[in-house]
T-cell receptor, first 110, second 115 residues
């Protein structure tokens, strides 16, 4: 079971790039890495998913080193509306093995 | 619009009563999930279903029951046996039955308060 470790909280200022790192030392060969965003009193929303190297979409980038024991979610030029909890998930084929930890509370300051 | 609906948004019950939370999706997804979220915590898996008429327990299934008679619907019943039912309940669905591979789409949630 791949356990993930993320910082509990981070602060940033508007316009800055934010990098949130997730540690997953016992990631399995078949596991994907997925990040979700959650606003208060709402369901999480998918941000990005990757398996190795770098993945980029219109809202974020995901960097995964060769050993895949960690991953970094990069949010370019954050705004106040990016204040949310960000969850790193690692897993593949079993719902019981895919766990949402406590996530990282990102607070963007003006 | 395609999506997942949960109703009601807020629900209040007296201790000892069973209560059923609704979850409907029109995304034609095979897999559906129920999670529970307590204040300041992550999501914990209650039950999941990969196909109609089949479902499996998650990490915290005790005191809960589900059914999956239709592809679109996955209701959750919180029974009186659940010791601490007050929480935020989230329903999700995904295209495939491999939740680590396929994106999960979440509903808006139901906040249940039991007194």
């Amino acid at each position: 079971l791949a356990k993930t470790t993320q910082p509990i909280s981070m602060d940033s200022y508007e316009g800055q790039e934010v990098n949130i790192t997730c540690s997953h030392n016992n990631i399995a060969t078949n596991d994907y890495i997925t990040w979700y965003q959650q606003f208060p009193s709402q369901g999480p929303r998918f941000i990005i998913q990757g398996y190795k190297t770098k993945v980029t979409n219109e809202v974020a980038s995901l960097f995964i080193p060769a050993d895949r024991k960690s991953s970094t979610l990069s949010l370019p030029r954050v705004s106040l509306s990016d204040t949310a909890v960000y969850y790193c998930l690692v897993g593949a084929y079993s719902a019981r093995q895919l766990t949402f930890g406590s996530g990282t509370q990102l607070t963007v300051l003006p | 619009d395609g999506g997942i609906t949960q109703s009601p948004k807020y629900l209040f019950r007296k201790e000892g009563q069973n209560v059923t939370l609704s979850c409907e999706q029109n995304l034609n997804h095979d897999a559906m999930y129920w999670y529970r979220q307590d204040p300041g915590q992550g999501l914990r898996l209650i039950y999941y279903s990969q196909i109609v008429n089949d479902f499996q327990k998650g990490d915290i299934a005790e005191g809960y029951s589900v059914s999956r008679e239709k592809k679109e619907s996955f209701p959750l019943t919180v029974t009186s046996a659940q010791k601490n039912p007050t929480a935020f309940y989230l329903c999700a669905s995904s295209t495939g039955s491999d939740p680590g591979v396929y994106e999960q789409y979440f509903g808006p949630g139901t906040r249940l308060t039991v007194t």
